[in-house]
């Protein structure tokens, strides 16, 4: 039971926000230095972990509810942590570079221990563990990812019609830009499939779409009333920081990796090929096995604490976090990312 509780190793992330709220000053960038230099360190230090349970241990942890409220403990911390800060940068005479801190320090958090969990949750089966991911979206104004994701990401991954697929030689900057506005933009056009089939129109309750917008413009505005233009200031440029964090694991899980089209102009079904995987331990633990990518698009129901390793699926030379930070270097990113595309995936 001791060696499950890794995961909580995940919480060191807002741990390091609140030393950055504590200590300030220069102190205010720790948690961008813990996430993109200290961890990155750690990476390399230790060992990777290619192995998986075996079938009886296997069904030990996939019924264990410890894996479950280790997740759902993350939705006090983010939302007690936001409001604290919010309070704090409205009663707390900070320097802008403090401010700027804080702000990346929010947002690496609502990106980490917000969004990456609501990814989880929001493939689960009870209702009220999705409508908890949905609840993790709001600070990041990311709502529609919920719809985009389930009902558009995994049905295109590895495709050029996949928004949140990057393709081969294509910056993380533009990737910024091509995959925000392309899955809320698919986002929409799901939701009105999805109410086309129910036969219910656009001012339908049912209308999530309609629902996020309203739920995001309300958080707003309680944001405004009780914390003024500062807060409303910190709480969307947190926000923004959070779903960039997000845009930037899109970009290095599926990276010029693609799926060859059949005879029948479908394409083939996703397999443990068309994501990128990595075994390095730290990354694996603060993301919630997110890292093993390969396998959660193979079989999207598993939960994170049972994902396997694939020998086929393409590895990244390093894990997560300093892939986040080498995707930032476009060239170098490039240079070591290209030649492990394989041959027959990369345009010709």
């Known amino acids: 039971m001791f060696k499950d509780l890794k995961y909580l190793a995940a919480m060191t992330l807002p741990l390091s926000a609140v030393i950055s709220i504590y200590f300030k ?3 205010s960038y720790f948690t961008p230095f813990y996430a993109f230099v200290l961890i990155p360190i750690l990476e390399m230090l230790l060992p990777h972990d290619p192995s998986n349970y075996e079938d009886e241990e296997r069904e030990e942890k996939k019924k264990s509810k410890l894996f479950d409220w280790m997740l759902y403990l993350n939705a ?13 940068v409205t009663n707390t005479s900070y320097t802008a ?14 990106g980490t221990n917000g969004i990456n969990v609501a990814h989880e949750l929001g493939h689960r ?6 409508h908890l991911g949905k609840l993790l979206l709001l600070p990041s104004f990311y709502m529609h990812f919920y719809i985009e994701h389930n009902f558009g990401h995994h049905a295109q991954a590895a495709t050029k019609e996949d928004p949140a697929t990057a393709q081969y030689n294509q910056t993380v900057y533009s990737f910024w830009f091509t995959s925000v506005i392309g899955q809320y933009l698919s986002a929409w056009k799901l939701q009105m499939k999805l109410l086309k089939a129910q036969k219910n129109r656009f001012l339908s309750y049912r209308n999530d779409m309609f629902w996020y917008s309203i739920f995001q413009c309300l958080y707003i505005g309680l944001v405004v009333y009780f914390f003024g233009t500062l807060g409303l200031i910190f709480a969307v440029a947190s926000g923004v920081v959070g779903f960039l964090m997000l845009e930037t694991v899109n970009y290095i899980e599926h990276y010029g990796l693609m799926r060859n089209k059949l005879e029948s102009g479908r394409y083939e079904r996703v397999r443990e090929v068309h994501s990128w995987n990595s075994n390095h331990v730290m990354g694996r633990i603060v993301l919630y096995e997110l890292t093993r990518h390969s396998d959660h698009h193979y079989k999207s129901s598993k939960k994170y604490q049972i994902l396997d390793y694939h020998d086929i699926s393409p590895q990244m030379p390093f894990g997560y976090p300093t892939s986040m930070v080498m995707s930032f270097l476009p060239p170098l990113w490039f240079k070591i990312m290209n030649p492990r595309i394989p041959k027959g995936m990369k345009p010709s």
């Open 97 to 110: 570079y403090e401010l700027v801190g804080l702000i990346l320090s929010m947002g690496i958090v609502l």
């Open 125 to 130: 089966q009870k209702t009220s563990e999705r």
């Open 76 to 88: 006090p911390v983010i939302f007690g942590l936001l409001i604290f800060l919010l309070w704090d």
């Open 25 to 27: 000053g220069y102190f």
